[in-house]
């Protein structure tokens, strides 16, 4: 297990397309997160999952945001009907109790 | 709730110099953690430094440290003998533990910019 790996690296879409997402965790982190990081900005909270419970999710993440964790593993987040405001880094994390998170690379989102 | 303040939006160093880094936070938790995070140009967010709230003794990584200063509230992290490769952002990062839920909050950032 060689980290958190997330897919696609780049995404470039068209307004009003849906995108989704995904982040493989260390196998063994039961806590993974969503980050969404802009241009010269701190990562911001987006959701939570302990296993495959979704714990808490961000005033950010508006109706059309969704993450799902089936079976405590891989996650998901799907954009639908994307905006240009959009337009990120959306970064994953996992972790295993209060030893801080592991990156992924993160999904770069451009929307035209 | 949380916040992170890093009033230093961009800093320079001369190689091999040392740089500190300012950071400081809001919260009313008596139990936290505060880290330090690093990320290059393009390319993946690592962890610097870690520090347990209750520890008084501040931590130290090879030429990372930090001097936390819990009354303040306040985290600097110092960077010894800068190389080229310390240059990237840097955010400091407060973590909460209560009820066994884990949320960082991040701060805006410092651009440190290492120069031969």
């Known amino acids: 297990d060689t980290g958190v790996s997330q897919d696609p690296r780049h995404k470039i879409t068209k307004r009003g397309q849906n995108v989704t997402f995904r982040c493989d965790p260390i196998s063994e982190h039961n806590r993974l997160y969503w980050y969404r990081q802009t241009l010269g900005q701190g990562p911001e909270f987006l959701t939570y999952?302990?296993?495959?419970?979704?714990?808490?999710k961000s005033r950010l993440l508006s109706d059309r945001f969704s993450a799902e964790r089936p079976k405590g593993s891989f996650s998901t987040l799907e954009i639908q009907r994307t905006e240009q405001g959009d337009s990120a880094m959306y970064l994953c994390a996992s972790s295993l109790e209060a030893y801080g998170y592991t990156f992924g690379s993160g999904t770069r989102l451009t929307v035209v | 709730a949380q916040t992170v303040t890093q009033s230093q939006p961009e800093m320079s160093v001369q190689e091999a110099e040392t740089v500190t880094l300012s950071c400081t936070y809001d919260?009313?938790?008596?139990?936290?953690?505060l880290f330090w995070y690093k990320q290059p140009p393009s390319r993946q967010m690592i962890l610097v430094i870690r520090?347990?709230?209750?520890?008084?003794q501040n931590a130290t990584e090879n030429r990372f440290s930090v001097n936390f200063q819990k009354a303040a509230k306040s985290f600097s992290l110092k960077i010894s003998d800068s190389q080229l490769g310390d240059t990237a952002m840097y955010f400091c990062a407060f973590m909460t533990v209560s009820g066994g839920y884990q949320k960082v909050t991040f701060g805006t950032g410092t651009k440190l910019q290492v120069i031969p």
């Open positions: 520090q347990e709230a209750y520890k008084q």
């Open positions: 999952f302990q296993n495959e419970a979704q714990l808490e």
């Open positions: 919260t009313s938790e008596n139990n936290y953690y």
